[in-house]
Structure formats: C-alpha cells, structure tokens
C-alpha cells in the first residue's frame, strides 16, 4: 500500500512530508536558541550572587552546547568551537 493510499483511508495515521518535519524541526530549534539567549540574559540580570552566577553560566552553556549537538550534525570539534565562542 501506497503512503497516499494509507492517508485517504480513515485511519488515525497521518503522513507528514519529510519537508514539513525539517521546517518544524529547525523551527522549535531556533525557538530553544532563543530561548535559552534571552533566558540567560534575562535571568543574569536579575542574580546578583557571584557564585550562583557562575553556576548559571556553566549550565547555560552546557545546554548550548547540549541543544546545539542534538539540533544540527556538527562534529565535536564544531560544537566545541562554537561553545566557546
């Protein structure tokens, strides 16, 4: 059976285009990005205790790094270029 054939049928499966799940995919990585941008920022601010400051830096950047080896192909090196920048 054909994936059109299976989409006409009143089957709760539905097909989504390999095209749709990319753009959603880069989408919901861009909004964790941002996300995670505004949220240090933000929260940075506001903490003025140096060393919970810090903790909060190290988490931060390894959830950068953490979203940025789960959201794009990029080899260690890569990933780690660009947490460190």
């Not at 089957?11 to 880069?26: A, H, M, Q």
């Amino acid at each position: 059976m054909k994936s059109t054939e299976a989409a006409e049928t009143s089957s709760p499966v539905f097909y989504y285009s390999e095209n749709k799940i990319n753009r959603l995919s880069d989408f919901i990585a861009l909004l964790l990005a941002v996300c995670l941008l505004i949220g240090a920022i933000a929260s940075l601010h506001y903490v003025r205790a140096e060393g919970l400051r810090l903790g909060m830096i190290c988490v931060y950047t390894l959830l950068f790094a953490a979203g940025l080896s789960l959201t794009t192909r990029g080899k260690k090196g890569e990933v780690f270029g660009a947490t460190a920048a």
